[in-house]
């Protein structure tokens, strides 16, 4: 249903959320490798989220690396949406029409509508800080790793 960027950058958000901080920045090596994501395409996720530190904010150097601010953490899935230029599955047609309206609407339109509107209350009403107390639980996962065997 998301693109490739979207279900990564989700992941790393929550990810940064949950382990990082601006006291303990996170590279690039750990956040690829907790969210099960290549090296070089969690790079360019990361280089979306960070511009203008709008949802991730970044430091250079040796002490370096990728963070939340408070401010970041109660922002709307959707802003990490948006970031990667991923929000269209609640903007554009499910067609991929260029003009999909009431007034000349795809065939798809009326029953898409509702679900759109799901879609839209679920990614505007839950925060990136909401999914990483979740994770935080156990009762969600960021990877594709199998569960660990109880001993």
Not at 75 to 96: N, S
Request: hydrophobic content about 40%.
């Amino acid at each position: 249903m998301l693109s490739k960027s979207a279900e990564y950058a989700l992941r790393a958000t929550i990810y940064i959320a949950l382990k990082g901080s601006e006291d303990n920045k996170l590279g690039i090596d750990e956040i690829a490798k907790a969210i099960d994501s290549p090296q070089y395409f969690t790079a360019k996720i990361l280089q979306l989220l960070t511009k203008n530190n709008r949802v991730v904010s970044s430091v250079r150097g040796p002490n370096g690396g990728f963070y939340l601010t408070d401010a970041a953490r109660k922002l709307p899935v959707r802003a990490v949406l948006e970031a990667v230029g991923e929000d269209g599955i609640i903007t554009k047609c499910v067609l991929g029409l260029k003009e999909c309206s009431e007034s000349r609407p795809c065939p798809m339109h009326d029953q898409y509508r509702a679900i759109k509107a799901q879609l839209r209350q679920m990614f505007e009403k839950t925060t990136i800080q909401a999914l990483a107390e979740e994770s935080a639980k156990g009762k969600i996962v960021i990877n594709n790793r199998p569960p660990k065997k109880k001993a």
